[in-house]
């Protein structure tokens, strides 16, 4: 694969071009070579240099420049074609992600159309974490189609311990029936290699309680299909 590097080159000059009768005087600054192309993956060197007095000299280029010079007259821009370096700092919310480097080479509008691409083996990555929950704290109110959801994202996956005061049994499920549970605390932990985090749901009651009439109302009703029968 080839790829076109560009150089641009500043020169300070203090002394005046010496002018020769009948012939032109030459460019203080030579290039060696002026263009070059370079195969993905090799490395390019170009020259400059000048034979004539100057203030300082060097490279300027996007990759690869050379600091400014006041003793030389010859100077060599150097670079190694490497594919690029990318640095990332991954979190949770990497795990799982897939990275790949693509490469396109543009040799302008006289170069092959599309642009010539080439593609790494993609990089799969796994992200290693402890569980967090998004809360501390969680509030239910009783009803027979509520759960108890401790479930958290974690690497490795978590185990999960609960403790209660209204629990008898030790559990290891993620989720709990609301609807078997009484009014109450109830702390959930997960927990893997790299840590652990906790979070309480408080359990209420509906706070509906049958009022006298309704329990005067069931009791006639009950009386009556007592006689009925």
Same mark, same amino acid.
């Given at each position: ?120 083996? #993609?990089?799969?990555?796994? *992200?290693?974490?402890?569980? %967090?929950? =998004?809360?501390?704290?969680?509030? !239910? $109110? ?67 309680? #049958?009022?006298?009439?309704? *329990?005067?109302?069931?009791? %006639?009703? =009950?009386?009556?299909?007592?006689? !009925? $029968?």
């Amino acid at each position: 694969m080839l790829q076109l590097f560009f150089g641009f080159v500043y020169l300070s000059a203090v002394s005046q071009l010496v002018s020769l009768t009948g012939a032109q005087a030459e460019c203080p600054v030579q290039l060696n070579p002026q263009r070059v192309v370079v195969r993905y993956g090799g490395s390019v060197a170009a020259n400059c240099n000048t034979s004539v007095l100057h203030k300082g000299m060097g490279w300027e280029a996007s990759q690869g420049g050379v600091p400014m010079t006041k003793n030389q007259s010859l100077i060599t821009w150097r670079l190694k074609t490497i594919s690029y370096t990318l640095l990332i700092r991954p979190d949770r919310a990497d795990d799982g992600a897939q990275y790949r480097c693509e490469a396109e080479l543009d040799l302008g509008a006289e170069g092959p159309q599309p642009h010539p691409t080439i593609s790494s083996k #993609p990089l799969n990555v796994e *992200v290693y974490y402890k569980p %967090q929950h =998004s809360s501390s704290t969680e509030t !239910i $109110i009783k009803d027979d189609k509520v759960m108890l959801d401790c479930t958290v994202k974690a690497n490795p996956a978590p185990t999960y311990t609960w403790r209660s005061d209204h629990l008898e049994e030790k559990i290891s499920s993620s989720e709990l029936k609301s609807s078997a549970l009484s009014p109450g605390n109830y702390t959930c932990t997960a927990t893997n290699a790299l840590g652990r985090d906790s979070k309480v749901f408080i359990v209420k009651s509906t706070g509906i309680r #049958p009022t006298f009439w309704t *329990v005067l109302t069931f009791f %006639q009703l =009950s009386v009556a299909l007592i006689i !009925i $029968i």
